[in-house]
């Protein structure tokens, strides 16, 4: 299995000039590097909407996807949501996947089961595929619910497996689960990887339950990833890639990152 590394720009750059530097950095030191999509490592990017058709016509001809950070719940191609992009439109400006139930959504937008079961049905109808992101608080964390939370947020592939069971025969090739402890998101803070690991065979071992085809679904960690400690998440089979912050708007750091798990499948891991 291939190892991914995504980058989440979030609501970054600030500038169309800042975005074109970032992509011609990123290609350029991809150029150089010994290939991370080639040892095993697909990479991709996920830049803010506006941004979104330039950045998916400056990756044409690369071998860097491009992904939606978020779609409308409210539907899946036109109406009237003021503000909303749906998953027609952002297919149309070029992206091929989506973040989904991203933790800062989730806390400023009070994103919870029944809307990220709309985005995630119109996400699939319009030939998307989906990053679904999970994990849970300090609180949470500190009171030892981790996997209770888990269990919950993943309730959203279930019900959808529930309502089109067609699902179930190609879901694997567009479903990617994130694993970000809300508590390690942007704060340097870092679970140990022996936490982390236990966590993804839990998610792969739940998901598994929902179909026989779903078995060891890729499971990414993020989380204060960056090419410190890349090398020791990488080193890890049931890790299998990055979703990565800050450390993805730097072409160097989020290149390193994708070189350490590009190395670790070329190893063997």
């Not at 929902?210 to 089979?237: Q, R």
């Not at 994708?258 to 499948?265: E, I, L, P, T, V």
């Amino acid at each position: 299995m291939q190892a991914w590394v995504i980058g989440n720009w979030k609501q970054n750059p600030a500038t169309s000039n800042g975005v074109q530097t970032l992509l011609s950095d990123l290609l350029a030191t991809a150029d150089k590097d010994d290939g991370a999509n080639s040892a095993g490592c697909q990479l991709m990017v996920a830049p803010s909407c506006i941004h979104l058709a330039g950045v998916s016509t400056h990756l044409q001809d690369s071998p860097v996807l491009c992904a939606a950070q978020d779609i409308s719940a409210h539907s899946g191609t036109t109406g009237a949501y003021t503000g909303d992009c749906s998953a027609q439109q952002v297919a149309d400006a070029g992206a091929t996947w989506t973040l989904l139930g991203h933790s800062e959504r989730r806390q400023y937008h009070q994103e919870m089961h029944a809307c990220l079961l709309s985005k995630m049905t119109h996400a699939f109808d319009q030939g998307l595929g989906v990053v679904f992101c999970i994990g849970e608080t300090q609180a949470q964390y500190d009171a030892g619910q981790t996997l209770a939370v888990i269990d919950e947020q993943l309730t959203v592939i279930k019900d959808i497996l529930t309502q089109q069971p067609a699902l179930a025969d190609t879901l694997f090739d567009r479903l990617i689960i994130a694993y970000e402890p809300v508590w390690a998101i942007g704060t340097g803070k870092v679970p140990t990887v022996a936490e982390v690991s236990a966590t993804h065979q839990h998610i792969k071992q739940t998901v598994a339950g929902y179909g026989e085809a779903l078995d060891n679904i890729t499971v990414l960690y993020g989380g204060s990833v960056n090419a410190d400690n890349a090398d020791s998440f990488a080193a890890d089979a049931m890790i299998d890639g990055a979703l990565v912050g800050g450390a993805s708007l730097k072409a160097a750091s989020f290149l390193a990152i994708a070189q350490a798990f590009g190395n670790g499948r070329a190893s063997g891991v």
